[in-house]
């Protein structure tokens, strides 16, 4: 392999890196023929996209390659919100609007090289770097309430957003154990997560109840949280050729749990009640002044929270109907049970952004608890079960069409936890279509894929886990995901 060459593979695997589209809960497909079949890969698992599927596939590839793709995803959907307390806008969201999330197309490169040695009865090793699980939100639902700062919001904040990105950088080992017959395969992984995540969310006045009157008992608080973390992951898959035509995989994926840690920054919007600060007599200064001054408050604080990449069980079989058609089916189930949301522990605070009195040691007892406050945005989710189906049709001894069909059951049945940043609750179908062609040692491969659910309503706001502020947004969300993916594999 010339110099060339090398560079183009170095190059393609450098840039593996982010971006987003999904299954249920943050799921995150790989490869393009795995996602042109709707993800009924395990039982087929015949090229470098298979250390993310079904790791033993690799024992079958008859030749070393190397693999790039990139995929180009948007979300469209619309969120119209439901949150009020008695009249629209009391509480600063517009209600009875469609309301889109942000409109940006996102780019997403994975690769991975395969090379067949000598070791061990000729064991097949590659190295890989995709994305396992991804989630990529952004909304602006607040418009500020009135006599707060939060008034001034900017109209293009990022006031509900997450972009979560689970990477594996992955060596995958294989081998036949049964000539022809058995093949078993393994993935150990570095996995990193990097979360930007920022929230809004409605904090109770800590002033006495008896002062305060609507709307002036809620103030808005918006945090920007981004940090990243690395854990130790993997994957195990089998491959059974029951005959010439017919072949059974099954994998399982562990539990990763991923420690993320970053800094926080603070904006709390405190409420402009000068009638208040005349009428109780409150001394500039004080914590009763702030919270009835108007004031931005501002802070910055290190954050760690725990991502869980959640166990799953798959299951596949490819059947070969004909020598140009081939037919393949895969199960999945998921325990999504095992992620428990975005729950932010706040360490060491800087200053508020508020002169301090001279030899006082915590003036704004209120102001501090208020901001230092933990905050949680807990999931109740299910676990569940996702079916697939491929359609692979050689049309020439160089042209191969696909097509697949994927359900997603429902994650959750609880909608007191949905939130902005985490939409995919409800059953989805995804369709999609896919080409390969051979050119000489190359493989040129496209596909395109629509994700759909029905339209999700929830219409209580609920405190889940009892810290005085509601854990979701209630609305009616609607729209689809839609996905283009297209690479290159080279022969060697």
């Not at 042109?36 to 690799?58: C, E, T, V």
């Not at 689970?166 to 036949?176: D, G």
């Not at 030899?359 to 230092?372: C, D, E, S």
């Amino acid at each position: 392999m010339n110099k060339a060459r090398l560079y183009i593979i170095a190059l393609g695997l450098a840039l593996c890196g982010t971006g987003s589209v999904l299954a249920a809960g943050y799921d995150y497909g790989t490869g393009i023929k795995a996602r042109a079949l709707g993800g009924a890969f395990r039982g087929i698992a015949d090229d470098w996209s298979a250390a993310a599927y079904n790791p033993a596939g690799y024992a079958k590839l008859q030749d070393n390659q190397f693999g790039f793709a990139n995929t180009f995803m948007h979300n469209r959907y619309t969120y119209n919100s439901n949150y009020e307390f008695g009249t629209n806008f009391e509480t600063g969201f517009a209600t009875g609007t469609d309301i889109p999330n942000r409109n940006e197309t996102i780019s997403t490169p994975e690769g991975s090289i395969v090379i067949r040695t000598p070791f061990w009865g000729e064991t097949v090793v590659g190295f890989s770097i995709y994305e396992s699980g991804d989630q990529n939100l952004s909304w602006t639902l607040f418009e500020g309430i009135q006599g707060y700062s939060s008034v001034q919001f900017p109209v293009d904040q990022k006031q509900f957003s997450i972009n979560l990105d689970i990477v594996n950088f992955q060596a995958t080992f294989a081998r036949e154990f049964i000539e022809d017959k058995l093949s078993v395969g393994i993935g150990i992984a570095l996995v990193r997560a990097d979360l930007n995540y920022n929230n809004l969310v409605l904090r109770n006045n800590p002033l006495d109840p008896a002062l305060v009157d609507r709307p002036y008992e809620k103030i808005p608080e918006l945090t920007s949280s981004d940090g990243n973390g690395w854990a130790l992951g993997g994957r195990i898959g089998l491959l059974w050729q029951a005959s010439e035509k017919i072949s059974f995989g099954a994998t399982f994926v562990p539990k990763t749990t991923i420690t993320v840690d970053g800094r926080t920054a603070f904006e709390i919007f405190l409420p402009a009640d000068s009638q208040l600060q005349r009428s109780e007599g409150f001394l500039r200064g004080t914590d009763e002044f702030f919270l009835t001054s108007g004031f931005t408050l501002q802070a910055t604080s290190d954050f760690t929270t725990k991502i869980v990449a959640p166990a799953k069980f798959g299951v596949g079989v490819a059947i070969d109907i004909s020598k140009k058609l081939t037919v393949s089916i895969d199960g999945e189930y998921t325990l999504w049970s095992q992620y428990e949301g975005i729950n932010l522990a706040f360490g060491t605070f800087d200053s508020l952004n508020i002169t301090i009195p001279q030899g006082v040691a915590n003036p704004f007892p209120l102001l501090n608890g208020l901001v230092r406050t933990d905050l949680s945005s807990p999931a109740v989710w299910d676990d569940a079960g996702s079916g697939m189906l491929g359609l692979q049709f050689k049309a020439s001894a160089a042209t191969t069409f696909m097509g697949g069909f994927r359900v997603d059951q429902a994650i959750t049945s609880d909608t007191r936890t949905t939130v902005p940043q985490f939409l995919n609750n409800g059953t989805s179908y995804t369709s999609s279509l896919g080409i390969s062609i051979d050119v000489e040692r190359w493989t040129i491969q496209a596909a395109a894929s629509v994700t759909s659910q029905s339209d999700l309503t929830f219409t209580e706001a609920a405190d889940v886990n009892g810290d005085s502020i509601n854990d979701n947004l209630p609305a009616t969300i609607s729209g689809n995901k839609y996905q283009s993916v297209f690479g290159i594999v080279y022969h060697f």
